[in-house]
C-alpha cells in the first residue's frame, strides 16, 4: 500500500498591497519555470504564494494577465547600460549580463513561456515583443557611442548589431539545450564585432 503524496506546501501568508502582488508574481515564475505555461494553474499559484485564489482574481482577470504582468515585472526594468570605454568591453558586459539572466528562474520562465503555445496569444506575444525591443532600445547607445568613437563603422545599424550579438546564446537555449555561460558571451561578441567590422550589419 502506497502512501498519499504530501498536499503541496502553503507559502507564508503575504497580506494584501505591494507584498502580496509581489508574492504572486514571484509565484507565477516559480510555476511557469517548473511546470511550464500549459500546466500553469491559479490554484498553484495562490498555493505558492500563500493567498487565496479569489485574491488572485480580484488583481488579475486571467490567467495570461498574471503570466504578463509576472513577466513584464521582471524584466521591464532600468537596464545598467555599461560604459566602460570600448565597444568590447561595453557588449561583454551586455552579453554576460544576458547570459547571466537567461540562467535565473525568471529568465528560463521567460524562455519557456515564448517557446511555448503562449506565445500564439495575442496579449503575450505582445509581451514578449515589447521586452525584446525595450532592450535593444536601451542598448543602443552602446553602438552609437563606438561609432562615434571611429570603432565600429559609420552604417552599423544597433539593431542589427544587438541581434548578431544575441543570437549565438538563444540558438544554444533554444536549439540546441547546451549550457551559456561567459565563454558563451565573449565569443558572442567577437562575432558581433567582426560582422559589424565587415560592414554587413547596415541597416536592411
Known amino acids: 500500500m502506497t502512501s498519499p503524496e504530501p498536499a503541496p506546501k502553503r507559502g507564508p501568508a503575504v497580506g494584501r498591497g505591494s507584498r ?11 510555476e511557469l519555470t517548473e511546470t511550464g505555461y500549459a500546466a500553469l494553474t491559479v490554484d498553484a499559484v495562490a498555493q505558492r504564494a500563500g493567498v487565496h485564489k ?12 498574471l503570466v504578463a504582468d ?14 566602460t570605454g570600448t565597444v568590447e568591453g561595453d557588449l561583454r558586459a551586455l552579453a554576460r ?11 528560463r520562465a521567460l524562455l519557456t513561456t515564448a517557446l ?10 505582445e509581451i514578449k515583443r515589447a521586452l525584446f525591443e525595450d532592450r535593444f532600445r536601451r542598448a543602443e547607445p552602446v553602438v ?17 548589431l544587438l541581434k548578431t550579438l544575441v543570437a549565438p546564446v538563444y540558438f ?12 558563451t558571451a565573449d565569443r558572442a561578441v567577437a562575432v558581433a564585432l567582426a560582422a559589424a567590422r565587415a560592414r554587413v550589419l547596415a541597416a536592411p
Open 20 to 30: 502580496m502582488r509581489a508574492a504572486v508574481l514571484e509565484a507565477a515564475i516559480g
Open 54 to 65: 479569489t485574491t488572485i482574481y480580484r488583481n488579475w482577470k486571467t490567467p495570461d494577465d
Open 70 to 83: 509576472a513577466l513584464t515585472h521582471h524584466f521591464a526594468t532600468d537596464v545598467p547600460i555599461p560604459d
Open 97 to 107: 549580463s544576458l547570459v547571466a539572466t537567461m540562467n535565473t528562474d525568471a529568465g
Open 116 to 125: 511555448s503555445d503562449a506565445a500564439r496569444t495575442p496579449r503575450l506575444a
Open 144 to 160: 552609437t557611442r563606438a561609432v562615434g568613437r571611429g570603432e565600429l563603422p559609420a552604417e552599423t545599424d544597433p539593431a542589427e
Open 172 to 183: 544554444r537555449l533554444v536549439f540546441t539545450g547546451e549550457p551559456v555561460d561567459a565563454a
